[in-house]
């Protein structure tokens, strides 16, 4: 038991500790050659920043797995305030990470009935409808009112991350009226526990009115919309945990889908920055996957929070021109 | 003892297949138009080089410009005006980033006439909604003002 504890401690602590230093390495380079004077052209050769960008996202996509958080929420923030890239294209770039997040775990959890297509419809219905207006603001807006609200918000997910309960089996004394209507319900395997469970929501009314809010924050700041989505699902409309993570992970591919469509027609997509962030997220998901398997480390939580405190006062700064 | 009734419904079942088909496709379409693009395979219509440098006039490079005065600088067409553009390297990638982009609303289209066959008329206008919703946002008809 100890012994199996060390081995998986001499395998886990090495991987984060190189993570860690990955991640402070690239961002004091990143912002170092970001304030560099922008008259003057790149001293660094243009190939360095989808390599860099690769290398942030790898280790950004095994932080996000181990911290229970999607992808999209660290890659804004944290490529938004060290590269030199323009927050609208690194806003349409965090959509379609988040995006692409979704559209790879999503069959999984449809065909295992752990996200529910009944919850997910209405829902999504709301949030995509919502996540359009959300990206035509976010795109209208100035850079630095986006940063600042970008950093608020980011402040606003590290409170939510730090306190929030989580119910597995939160009681649902009754359906409403609209749940019962729609039939939103389902019944799944607890292998845990050894049994099936049945379960529906209430308070429906009240949740997609949230998830109007919840779509034009995920459109205005390509953040994916995991951290809001868990919470209302899970603790207000009471819909167990698993099913909740589930269906807030499969939820993300429609609700981004549509905003990001305002982005890419808007010309807010570059190719050099998606497609190193996407591949590097997936990978880094990928080894991300394989550690949690062998632990859990609840320090990585910690240390996911630390990282989002962090890029949400740089963000917060930066738009307040306080930390350029 | 795991039963039917924990299975997914039959709509959810396919609706994940088609998912899981075209975000395979849709991917790897993305990784190889990328390595055309960076190999400089098919001229680009900006050389990948460019983005990082600064133009005449200009305070910053292109790649820290706002959206649409990088567009303007580069003569870049919004909306679905980069399929004109699709045979450029650069342009390219867009064919799998709208793959992917695309992807719901082909599930959503395939599991409608399952939902009109269960009489769910519920879902069955949810998801005309939706369609139609997904269909705006990608017609580049919503533009975006206030520059």
């Known amino acids: 038991m100890l012994f199996n ?65 999607g992808g999209g929420v660290l890659f804004v923030p944290i490529v938004g305030g060290f590269f030199p890239f323009n927050i609208d294209f690194v806003r349409g770039a965090g959509l379609l990470v988040a995006l692409a997040g979704a559209l790879a775990a999503g069959p999984g959890l449809l065909k295992r009935n752990l996200a529910s297509l009944r919850l997910s419809l209405p829902v999504a219905l709301i949030a995509s409808s919502a996540a359009i207006g959300g990206a035509m603001i976010g795109l209208a807006l100035k850079p630095n009112v986006v940063n600042i609200l970008l950093g608020a918000t980011i402040l606003f997910i590290v409170l939510i991350m730090a306190t929030a309960k989580k119910s597995d089996f939160p009681i649902v004394p009754k359906p409403d009226n609209l749940s019962q209507s729609l039939g939103i319900m389902g019944i799944y395997r607890e292998e845990s526990l050894g049994k099936d469970v049945e379960w529906t929501v209430h308070k429906t009314p009240i949740g997609l009115a949230l998830f109007v809010i919840i779509g034009i924050m995920a459109g205005m700041f390509g953040l994916g919309a995991g951290w809001a989505n868990v919470p209302v699902l899970n603790l207000l409309m009471g819909a167990p945990l698993k099913i909740s993570v589930a269906t807030s992970k499969f939820l993300l591919s429609i609700t981004d889908t549509s905003a990001a469509w305002v982005y890419l027609n808007q010309g807010a997509v570059l190719p050099m920055i998606v497609v190193p962030s996407i591949v590097g997220i997936m990978l880094g998901s990928m080894v991300g996957v394989k550690i949690l398997a062998k632990a859990k480390p609840k320090a990585i939580k910690w240390m996911v929070i630390g990282l989002l405190l962090f890029a949400g006062l740089r963000a917060l700064l930066k738009g307040l021109e306080i930390w350029k | 003892m795991s039963n039917d009734r924990t299975k997914a419904s039959e709509e959810q079942i396919i609706y994940a297949n088609i998912l899981n088909k075209g975000m395979w496709f849709g991917l790897a379409l993305l990784v190889i138009t990328f390595i055309i693009y960076i190999s400089g395979a098919l001229p680009s219509h900006v050389p990948i080089e460019e983005l990082s440098k600064t133009p005449p006039g200009s305070e910053v490079p292109y790649w820290s410009m706002r959206a649409h005065e990088f567009n303007q600088a580069l003569n870049i067409p919004t909306g679905w005006g980069w399929t004109a553009l699709a045979g450029k390297g650069d342009y390219l990638n867009f064919i799998g980033i709208a793959i992917l982009a695309g992807l719901t609303i082909l599930c959503y289209l395939a599991i409608l006439p399952i939902l009109i066959r269960k009489k769910d008329t519920p879902y069955v206008i949810i998801a005309i909604l939706e369609v139609a919703v997904l269909a705006l946002a990608a017609s580049g008809i919503l533009k975006v003002g206030g520059h």
Do not use: H, M, Q, R
């Open chain 1, 5 to 69: 504890k060390l081995k998986t401690s001499k395998t886990v602590i090495p991987l984060i500790i190189i993570s860690i230093l990955a991640v402070s390495a690239v961002a004091v380079f990143a912002s170092t050659e970001a304030v560099a004077p922008p008259v003057a052209n790149s001293t660094v050769a243009w190939w360095v920043w989808p390599l860099v960008l690769f290398v942030v996202t790898f280790v950004l996509g095994i932080l996000a797995v181990l911290g229970g958080v």
